[in-house]
């Protein structure tokens, strides 16, 4: 069975990190790029980072640039979002998505995890 595993959020206060880890399994992880996709309550969800599959090319949108640094572990099926200096407009549930092409439209990403919450208060 396919799985996308999203993990590692929590509370933090503003200016703090956290890291989200998306543990893939049940297809040929190095064929699909990976994306972080949030949504925060009343909003769209957006499409924030995503990394193609051979990890050579990143994205990020304008608001986590400089701050959120996407990479993957081909050895553990795993991409990470390591986000710093966390703003309390952060705060959303992050999911990770994994697709061959169409991004940032989540209709066009072919499997998803369940997200986790990241909440950025002080």
């Known amino acids: 069975d396919v799985q996308l595993q999203a993990s590692g959020g929590g509370l933090v206060q503003p200016g703090g990190s956290l890291r989200l880890s998306c543990a893939a399994s049940g297809f040929t992880f190095v064929d699909y790029a990976i994306g972080w996709f949030r949504q925060a309550p009343g909003k769209e969800r957006e499409g924030i980072s995503c990394v193609s599959g051979s990890g050579s090319d990143t994205y990020y949108v304008d608001s986590v640039k400089g701050r959120f640094t996407i990479s993957r572990d081909y050895a553990k099926n795993t991409v990470y979002l390591q986000m710093n200096s966390l703003k309390p407009e952060d705060t959303a549930v992050y999911y990770c998505?994994?697709?061959?092409?169409?991004?940032?439209?989540?209709?066009?990403?072919?499997?998803w995890g369940k997200g986790t919450q990241v909440t950025v208060s002080s």
């Open positions: 998505a994994a697709f061959l092409t169409g991004w940032p439209d989540p209709t066009d990403m072919r499997y």
